[in-house]
């Protein structure tokens, strides 16, 4: 019996010995992106652009909202890109935003790996900015910018998801929502706001 025992003992270890598995990496699922088509957002806001056919233009209903806040909404990504506007009544205002618009990406820092800024200027519609892409896995806001006339308007913009930041498994939405991101700003014009 003891040696029926030890022979079994033995032939566990030895077959245990054969194939080892290593575990599997981790994957994310495959996320399946809309075909790129714009509409146009012109309802007597002092800005007007396209934006995409697959995202909603909600005004912010908030009680601390302030005129011409709005939200363009990515349901099937659960993100929102938040749109805060500012008149500008002087040079000084403009520097405030400025300043406002840097140290809200500046808060990043901590959660970051990189921050990469682009500037752009568009002469012909007088919209001129800055873009941040902020790197970094846990980044709340992978996407900001900025854009004004300097004169008169000052728009900014911050992507948020709905879920908790994991910005490496997001990284073909933001690529793809980055992209939208342009179109907006290249499509960006000011305009007299209806309450003005």
Not at 59 to 78: I, L, N
Not at 114 to 134: N, T
Not at 169 to 186: E, G, M, Q, T, Y
Request: with cysteine; hydrophobic share 40%.
């Amino acid at each position: 019996m003891r040696r029926f025992f030890v022979i079994l003992t033995l032939s566990s270890f030895f077959f245990a010995c054969g194939q080892y598995e290593a575990p599997k990496p981790r994957g994310y699922f495959r996320i399946a992106l809309p075909e790129k088509e714009y509409q146009v957002f012109d309802a007597g806001f002092p800005y007007r652009f396209q934006y995409p056919a697959y995202a909603e233009f909600v005004p912010d209903s908030r009680s601390w909202a302030e005129p011409y806040w709005a939200d363009v909404v990515f349901d099937s990504f659960s993100a929102r890109l938040h749109l805060s506007y500012k008149p500008v009544a002087d040079q000084e205002n403009l520097y405030k935003y400025l300043d406002d618009a840097h140290t809200f990406v500046h808060k990043h820092i901590p959660k970051a790996t990189a921050i990469h800024d682009e500037q752009f200027m568009m002469e012909e519609s007088r919209v001129f900015g800055m873009l941040f892409r902020i790197r970094g896995r846990e980044a709340a806001s992978p996407l900001q910018f900025y854009a004004t006339d300097s004169t008169d308007h000052f728009l900014r913009g911050a992507l948020y998801f709905e879920t908790t930041p994991n910005n490496d498994s997001l990284a073909p939405v933001i690529d793809f929502i980055n992209r939208d991101i342009w179109h907006l700003l290249s499509t960006l014009e000011w305009q007299q706001s209806s309450g003005n």
